[in-house]
């Protein structure tokens, strides 16, 4: 199937604009007519004539394929046209010396009536202006207004997207009675999940602009991100995305201003949290960052038994399934409890409150980048509906604790191999959210089942790396952490399943359905732009196959890692552009990648690798023509087989097709020849036709017979 030219796929996403290349190149009409001046016989005459004179063909075959003229995408080796480097974003793809990003503080008292549904809050913020301009203005995003019934989001929400297009009678989206400074009333205009606050005085650079507000609003009635679910014990709440906070200044688009539709998630700058939650006394409250008041709102029971945990391998029931809903389970005395949490250099928080948890909790062991050692609390939270979450699986020695051992295990694999996990604690929660993730904490809906619970957690928790730690703009980028995100755990589910060849989303041939679809779009295109089915192809299979190929087959794992560990560690709680991501990659590793992210991200080219014949090119030696017929290039790994049955794997490296799409291979064959060549023997590639990968010599030909009868 035809597939187009790669253009600028990615314009909207403002930072790497593609030149659109010319899909009927000049050369071809030249070429054409100087074959048809010549008679099919004086042609293959003249050709033999020529071969003669030059020795043995092999390597790029000009037959109408340069790439230059070619009938192909020409300019799939191009540089990239990515934004000019400063001594911000380095050439190197690491931030410069000038490198500036915003902070952010908030100090949140949230109220949360459970009858109602509704949370009812003030908040103080401080927010510093790192940057070197004079702000005249401040925007806040204010996720909530996604679900009033006039948002953005919900007037263009297409059937079989990810929130329901009618909220009926529930009225959703913030109430903000105030936004002050220094005392004074603040103006300010909301536009959907926007607010325009104006401001007295511009704020210099360096300065710190202090305001504080109040806001109340409706948990939804239906799920995005957050909600509540009734269970036999209780009902779970669970908020995210809750607090208006001050949108991302940043030195690519000024404010990013892109409203919350729905697929994006969320970009915003680091800063410290303290976050109290007023609650009904039989409630259990868990949110990012260390609980501040045990002594105000656990047990001494409790307390004990998390200590214990804060040293254990096994998983230590904190509060247990018999216990739950006991006046054993709560302090004494009446009233609400307010819990308090503080979280330090993080993104957001998020936090879940419900009566019917169980808890449990065990210990990760960290080595620090200074190499000293820590530990982090892995704690689950989950009705008795997800008992599962404490006997999922059996470990070899005995251990129980399905879901903090998932955990465990992410928390230690994923700090060993990419960069420590900066926080003192990790928490799972079973609620409403199917899959959602927060730093330090993650919502995972999973209540059964082996294999989906584990998953489910360890994709959560690995977000806490791209984008909690290395802060993307998930609003433009989802691939830079669904997809990261999704390549790490390839190796996180083989290492804990021992099972080298187990790929979570997939392999080749369902890549290839999406790639081949006339729906496929390039990975870098803004997810609340992709077509709502294939938004988790795009940025979560596709790129994470892509970067498995990458290290398995184009770079190798060492050098992969040494430059995907680069990228990781230059932009840990910095936030990183796609060009500063393909910079880095390409300084660490030592190498021109432009084809690859050209291919992969960047346009939605297609794979189609065929061996077109074999032939003798001289005594003794044969010669494998390979030929790439679509737009996306990748080396080339065949199978060759030999008429005494041995075996040998060749592989081409990608410079092969830099010149032609036409390749010729040698192979030195002596007295044998030659009798079937397989393309990717081991089906690693999204091939869109495979059965052009496979030649096979007839019984009654020897490879050199057919030479010519291949023209
Ligand atoms: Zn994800």
Known sequence: MPRPPIVAL???AGALLLAACSSTPEGEASQASARADAQPDQRVAQRQAQRQRRGPQFGAVDDGARRVTGVQITDIFAPLDLPDPDEMRLGSGAPGPDWWQQRCDYVIDAELDAEARRLEATMEVAYHNNSPHELDFVWLQLEQNLFRNDSLGTQSRTPGSVMSTDLGAFEGGYDIPYIRSG????????????ARVELAE????????????????????????MGAEDVEQGTIFEYAQWFPHVAKYDDVHGWNTLPYIGNGEFYTDFGDFRVSVTVPRDFIVEATGVLQNPYDVLTETQ????????????????LGADEVGTPGARPEGDGPLTWEFAAENVRTVAFAASPAFIWDACKADVTNLDGTTKTVLCQSFYPKEAEAWYHDREYPEGRQGGSSQYIKHAIEFYSEWLYPYPYAEMSNINGPEGGMEYPGIVFCGAKTSDQGLFGVTDHEVGHNWYPMLVNTDERRYMWMDEGFNSFINIYSNQAFFNDPSYMRRGGAAALARVMNSELAQASNTAPDRHWPRWVGSLNYSKPAYALHLLREIVLGPERFDDAWKAYTHRWAFKHPQPSDFFRSMEDAAGAD????????????????????????IAEGQ????????????????????????EVVRRTVPVEAWGASNVWRVPVATGERSIVKVVLDPDIKYPEISRDNNTWEAAPSDAPGEVADATE
Do not use: C, K
């Not at 038994?305 to 230590?316: C, G, I, K, N």
């Not at 737009?631 to 080339?636: E, H, L, S």
């Open 10 to 12: 990615s314009a909207a």
């Open 183 to 194: 005392g004074s009333e603040l103006e300010f205009t909301v536009y959907d999940t926007l």
């Open 202 to 225: 511009p704020i210099q650079p360096g300065e710190t602009f202090e305001f504080d507000l109040a806001f109340g609003f409706n948990m939804p009635p239906h799920l995005r991100r």
């Open 303 to 318: 307390r004990n038994r998390l200590d214990s945990a804060r040293s254990s391998d096994e998983t230590v029931v904190i």
């Open 622 to 645: 044969a010669g494998i023509t390979l030929e790439n017929l679509s737009d996306m290039v990748m080396p080339v790994v065949m199978d060759i087989t030999f008429d005494d049955g």
């Open 593 to 616: 990648l432009s084809w690859f992210w050209r291919g992969w991200f960047l346009s939605a080219a297609t794979l189609d690798q065929s061996v077109r014949d074999v032939t003798e």
